[in-house]
């Protein structure tokens, strides 16, 4: 009996095509009109959304992105097809595409992508270690979506995260010791996560729980005392209260409070994006110098590391 033939779709985010008021719009009107995102009732938030913060928030991101554009294109996009060639050379026998929430290249187009390389089964592996009704559960709906107007569909093995994978851990770690090798050790280390509104967690979103598996297991790994880590939360938008506590005011608390020399780590990123190269590389960095600290670094996500790429390889083994 022959194997199916076996694909895998690597699925992030999304990023706008351009660094442009024009690309931001179209990107953040799609983004923002999924409610897994945004669940507020739709005849409230369209003419929010539309007519206030479309057109006062797309020209502010588009000069943020500008700030941080690659000669190659968008961060997320350039280090997302880093990922997506780095581990086709591992796996040359199996398709490997790439696909988006939102935005372009999007996750119907990977599918039917592979679809036409004779793929039969599909290991979806979504780039978000950390489960979120608003990320991971995102990407089911839309491949739910594709599949659900195909007349044969693939057989689909469905990665729901790897918060506490040991791969994982170890790439991570790895990281946090090269960076600590360059600079020092710092007085603390902080892992900053992606929030989500406390209201998703209340109602079952165990996202918290998986940010702390992660938080757990890189500090065992490292063996640093309890009260030289500390893990919160950024990218809190809109008014109702967002999981704590917060970044950017933990590093303002911080400098006040003596603390001269601190690292970030952003665990949630499996790409560096707007969001860690310019909100923490950056916008918390001045947080911290201003309020008293003396030295900040930002560990970069792991990207294309060669630790990444094998952490994909075992990641996937057991579904190909």
Same mark, same amino acid.
């Given at each position: 009996m022959s194997q199916a033939k076996t694909?895998? #779709?690597l699925a992030n985010l999304g990023t706008p095509d351009a660094p442009t008021s024009k690309a931001v719009k179209r990107y953040l009107r799609q983004f923002l009109s999924d409610r897994r995102v945004v669940d507020a009732p739709r005849l409230l938030w369209w003419p929010l959304l539309r007519g206030v913060i479309l057109p006062i928030r797309s020209p502010r991101v588009a000069k943020l992105y500008q700030s941080v554009w690659m000669e190659e294109g968008s961060p997320l996009m350039v280090y997302s097809r880093r990922q997506q060639r780095a581990l086709a050379a591992r796996l040359p026998e199996?398709?490997?595409?790439?696909? !988006?929430?939102?935005?372009?290249?999007?996750? /119907?187009?990977?599918?039917?992508?592979?679809?036409?390389?004779g793929v039969q089964h599909l290991v979806v592996l979504p780039l978000y270690p950390q489960y979120s009704c608003s990320t991971v559960a995102a990407v089911w709906d839309e491949l739910a979506r594709i599949l659900a107007k195909k007349r044969r569909i693939s057989g689909v093995s469905f990665i729901r995260d790897y918060a506490d994978n040991t791969a994982y851990v170890d790439a991570l770690?790895?990281?946090?010791?090269?960076?600590?090798?360059?600079?020092?050790?710092?007085?603390?280390?902080? #892992?900053?996560?992606?929030?989500?509104?406390?209201?998703?967690?209340? +109602?079952? *979103? *165990?996202y918290p729980q998986?940010?702390? *598996?992660?938080?757990? /297991?890189?500090?065992?790994?490292?063996? &640093?005392?309890? $009260? =030289?880590?500390?893990?919160?939360?950024?990218?809190?938008?809109?008014? $109702?209260?967002? &999981?704590?506590?917060?970044?950017? %005011?933990?590093? =303002? !608390? #911080?400098? %006040? =409070?003596? @603390?001269?020399? @601190?690292?970030?780590?952003?665990?949630?990123?499996?790409?560096?994006?707007?969001?860690?190269? +310019? /909100?923490?590389?950056?916008?918390?960095? $001045?947080?911290?110098?201003?309020?008293g600290g003396e030295k900040y670094?930002?560990?970069?996500?792991?990207?294309?590391?060669?630790?990444?790429? %094998?952490? !994909?390889?075992?990641?996937t083994a057991p579904y190909r």
């Open positions: 694909g895998i #779709l199996m398709p490997v595409a790439l696909g !988006m929430s939102y935005g372009s290249p999007s996750l /119907e187009s990977a599918v039917d992508d592979l679809l036409s390389q770690v790895n990281s946090i010791r090269a960076s600590f090798a360059v600079h020092g050790e710092p007085d603390l280390l902080l #892992l900053s996560y992606h929030g989500i509104p406390q209201r998703y967690a209340d +109602e079952g *979103d *165990d998986r940010c702390r *598996d992660t938080t757990r /297991e890189v500090v065992s790994a490292l063996g &640093l005392p309890p $009260e =030289k880590v500390m893990m919160t939360f950024q990218s809190r938008f809109g008014r $109702e209260p967002w &999981l704590t506590p917060y970044t950017d %005011e933990t590093l =303002k !608390m #911080l400098g %006040e =409070k003596g @603390i001269k020399h @601190i690292q970030v780590l952003c665990p949630g990123f499996a790409a560096d994006c707007l969001e860690t190269l +310019e /909100e923490i590389a950056v916008q918390n960095r $001045e947080f911290f110098l201003e309020a670094e930002y560990i970069p996500a792991l990207n294309d590391s060669a630790d990444h790429i %094998e952490m !994909m390889v075992s990641l």
